[in-house]
């Protein structure tokens, strides 16, 4: 069982009252305890079973302006006693910074909605272990599919953030999830590999077995005899797996500590438009269930929900107490980055998007960390499909797509099919004038 | 040595009793003990921006019979908390028939001292030097527009113990220092990241003023970058320089020698064994023993001792990389390849430090055969698709070649290409061979581990570069 909170709140209590007596002027700490459990199936046999039971203390201590921290998951009295008065010590000769402090009190969050974020229901490993038999029955009925990977896990949480302001505050959350990596093979023995997978806060709410089973193995041999094609420039769309990532590219560059360093290619560009007129982008933090849900951010600071981009326009930065009290900017409750944050749908059907253009290349899956938040370029390794008049010709792999983030999303056309299958969530994403390297 | 026994209710004699009772007929598994210690200290914005430390203490039970692993790790050493990993682990392995391999080879080298380097330089030292590195750094030019610093260190102690009452014991240092420059000049930003390390203290890396050579890195690179031009789009020839753009091969050779994935025949290598996989002259080996390199282990994480394994001999495929399951279960031995990020994580075979050996050309006579192509110089990350084989990296410096000169610098580009047929494509192997600075960490399974990498200059016939100019 996942420990409750009254553990939890007299374990912070005691890190909180010890870094006062020792000479703290402020303190934050946050307790978590997690307990997950994972089983692993491979090829119709159990592969690996895991447990994880894991309890964890991080504190930050103040003295003025100067501020340090520890974390540890050793939490005997005595190693927890060194490590406050270890924090203290270093505290002391940390060099002040004017703008460290905690967060405003009157921006704490004080009432906690119930967000349905955690299910106790447990599922026993013989459980799990049915579960993965149907989804690795059914990736299997196809005669290319030579090998499957499958996992169901399991996980509770429970936390506790406080702070020497009263602040005194967590929740249990839990998460389902399972999954299927395929390996299909051709004629002459060239594999390729696809996945599906589904991750929910309740058990209920998990795709059926057989479905993450059969839409693995379709991917999959979708994938196989891929062709290289020539260098050209050619819209793209990306599949919803790959559009999401659009918005983790915006969340770090409209994060307070990228524009106050100046290092991101966003900066100085609130209220402009930075996407086409027809995007709309919001972060909603109190979706019921939902992946990225929360009351409160890192700091205690009450979340609410905001509309990043308007008809286009950049309308806020991510600010935590920090970075905003460096760009003169109050919290919006975004320390530690973005809760659920999605694209408003497009008005076209994903049918017609692909129709669009008479050639377009469908990007199912990008390879490498080729985003360069301070200059907007992008260059990344992709594999796909090439579609003809909206029609699936042929499988592409072994080619790049760059392009410049600030071209790119002035280019942005969305289908219609916005879900929320993880917690930045995308329609599927057309982008005109990409420069593909192939041949 | 570390005593994980000595503020619990469990006792060495009652952990040995559940280890034994627990894998009574299974075919391995261990308890692996973990104490770490790390520090972090970042400069950034002319300030300190963070000062953490953390104290980490934990242990992971593993059983296997045959091809199942069943895990356990906690946070907490206690009699009651390992035998609930106990009940867990029995009750996921309902039918042994194991044979319990006591054998585990003893190791007759030590790869680096047992020091704690957090300990060894004093936090005082570590805040001036920081802000000596700003000032220096920002003093090198009116375009320094950030400099970020940063000291990270590592202390971890391991033990190992299997069935049987077998001990062994690892202390591990690792340090690693970092700089981050961004310039701006005429609008245009960009930025340089250089750092070193490995398992001695800081001052074996930062003495003689040598943390000026990383900040002077840093700054070159960006430098090169604010003059660099759109990258070139296609396929075309390619020369690597020596050291750290290794990493091509620990992407694109490396991982699909992994043991696991070629026993589960998902790695494209899985059946190229004793058959050409590169050119006549390319040799490639992953060496555990380099003295206090980031990626060397005196034993690895099962206790096996680590050495030098060839995987890669003049073209032909010799060896895969091995863990103690994976080696059972293709009738061949552990190379001492046996990885885990922590105690949290099982154990997978993973690389260590992964060198191309030096050929006989020099890096210019590579560059005068090449009529259009690139000379990419440093590297960001990569990634690979085990299945497929297709990998990329990401070129942090790199210029183009024209007539056989080295031209402008080129943006960052992505270079993707085809694991098991690159290493066919290389046509000339330099006599340059060079370790990298000591920076590389790994991914796998969401674990991370230090790396570290080596070899001289190359030349690739064919690779497609990701650029933008058609």
Known sequence: ?439 | MNDFFNKTDLSRIDAEKIISDTLNNCDDGELYLENSKSESIVLDDGKIKSSTYSSDLGYGLRAVTGEVVAYSHSNEISKNSLKQSADNLSSTLKSKKGIYNHEIPKTNGQFYKNINPIEEKSLQSKLELLKEVNNYTRAKSGIVQQVTASFSGEHKSIEIIRSGGEVLTDVRPLIRFNVSVMLEKNGKKETGVYGIGGRQSYDEYLKDDNWKKVCDEAFRIASVNLDSRPAPAGEMKVVLGPGWPAILIHEAIGHGLEGDFNRKKTSAFHNLMGQRVASEGVTIVDDGTLHNRRGSLTIDDEGTPTEKTVLIENGILKNFMQDRLNARLMNTRSTGSGRRESYKHVVLPRMRNTMMLNGKYSQEEMIKSVDKGIFAVSFGGGQVDITSGKFVFNCTEAYEIINGKIGAPIKGATLIGDGPSILKEVSLVGNNMMLDPGIGTCGKAGQGVPVGVAQPSILIDKMTVGGTQL
Do not use: W
Request: aromatic residues 8%; positive net charge.
């Open chain 1, 1 to 439: 069982m996942v420990k409750d909170q009254d553990y939890l709140k007299k374990t912070a209590s005691f890190c909180i009252d010890l870094a006062k007596k020792l000479g703290a002027t402020d303190v934050t700490t946050a307790v978590r305890h997690s307990i997950s459990e994972t089983v692993n199936f491979r090829n119709r046999k159990l592969d690996e079973s895991n447990r994880s039971d894991s309890l964890e203390v991080g504190l930050t201590t103040y003295i003025g302006k100067k501020k340090s921290s520890i974390s540890s998951s050793n939490l005997t009295e005595d190693n927890i006693k060194a490590l406050i008065v270890r924090c203290i010590e270093t505290t002391k000769i940390t060099p002040e910074d004017e703008f460290n402090s905690l967060p405003d009190k009157d921006l704490l969050a004080t009432k906690i909605k119930d967000l349905n974020l955690y299910d106790d229901d447990h599922i026993k490993n013989d459980k799990k272990i049915e579960y993965l038999k149907e989804v690795e029955e059914a990736a299997l009925e196809k005669k290319e599919i030579i090998n499957t990977e499958t996992a169901f896990s399991e996980s509770k949480s429970n936390f506790i953030l406080a702070s020497s302001d009263g602040f005194l505050n967590g929740y249990k959350s839990s998460s389902f999830s399972a999954s299927c990596v395929a390996v299909a093979k051709n004629a002459n023995n060239k594999m390729e590999r696809d996945y599906e997978f589904t991750s929910t806060c309740h058990s209920h709410d998990m795709l059926r077995p057989n479905k993450i089973g059969s839409l693995a193995a379709k991917k999959t041999i979708q994938k196989l005899n891929p062709q290289k094609i020539e260098s050209e420039k050619i819209s793209i769309i990306f599949d919803r797996r790959i559009s999401k990532g659009i918005l983790s590219v915006l969340a770090s560059a409209i994060s307070a500590s990228s524009i106050a360093r100046g290092t991101s290619f966003l900066k100085d560009k609130i209220n402009e438009e930075i996407f086409s007129t027809s995007i709309n982008i919001y972060d909603k933090p109190d979706i019921v269930k939902g992946l990225g849900s929360r009351n409160f951010d890192n700091e205690g600071v009450k979340t609410k929900e905001l509309k990043l981009v308007n008809q286009g326009v950049l309308k806020n930065y991510l600010v935590d107490t920090y970075y905003g009290k460096k760009l003169n900017l109050k919290s919006n409750g975004r320390s530690g980055g973005t809760s659920n944050l999605y694209f408003e749908k497009g008005s076209i059907s994903y049918k017609n998007l692909l129709k669009l253009n008479q050639r377009t290349l469908y990007i199912t899956e990008t390879i490498g960390h080729g985003s360069n938040l301070v200059t907007g370029d992008y260059s990344v390794g992709a594999t796909g499909f090439m579609l003809e008049n909206g029609v699936f010709k042929y499988p592409v792999s072994e080619i790049t797509i760059a392009g410049n983030f600030n071209d790119m999303f002035k280019n942005i056309t969305l289908a219609d099919d916005l879900e929320f299958k993880y917690s930045k969530n995308a329609p599927t994403m057309l982008i005109e004038g990409m420069v593909v390297a192939g041949k």
